[in-house]
């Protein structure tokens, strides 16, 4: 079965609510681990989606990106750095 993605130690297994009989997935760990789940189709759907690979080459838009935002921060410094001569002269 699964691995339980909220302690990463237990397994999934498949239990009955003893009040209704409706059958979900639970940690094997319980009660130390409290994870349930209805449906073994909705935690894959809530599963997040896997990172980028750190090789991966960025796209031109996030290029362009961090050049505009390279550009604004630079003129940001130099304002900063243009006010604090002002103070020091006064």
């Known amino acids: 079965m699964a691995e339980c993605p909220q302690c990463k130690v237990g397994s999934l297994v498949?239990?009955?609510?003893?009040q209704t009989g409706q059958s979900?997935?639970?940690c094997d760990r319980w009660p130390e681990c409290k994870f349930a789940?209805?449906?073994?189709?909705?935690l894959k759907l809530s599963a997040p989606e896997a990172a980028?690979?750190?090789?991966?080459?960025?796209?031109?838009?996030?290029?362009d990106?961090?050049?505009?935002a390279v550009?604004?921060?630079?003129?940001?410094?130099?304002?900063?750095a243009q006010s604090f001569k002002?103070?020091?002269s006064a």
């Open 14 to 18: 498949e239990r009955r609510n003893k």
């Open 24 to 26: 979900f997935y639970g």
């Open 37 to 42: 789940v209805r449906s073994l189709d909705r």
């Open 52 to 63: 980028p690979s750190a090789s991966s080459e960025p796209t031109r838009a996030t290029s």
């Open 65 to 68: 990106e961090l050049v505009a």
């Open 71 to 80: 550009r604004e921060l630079t003129a940001e410094i130099r304002a900063l």
């Open 86 to 88: 002002g103070e020091k």
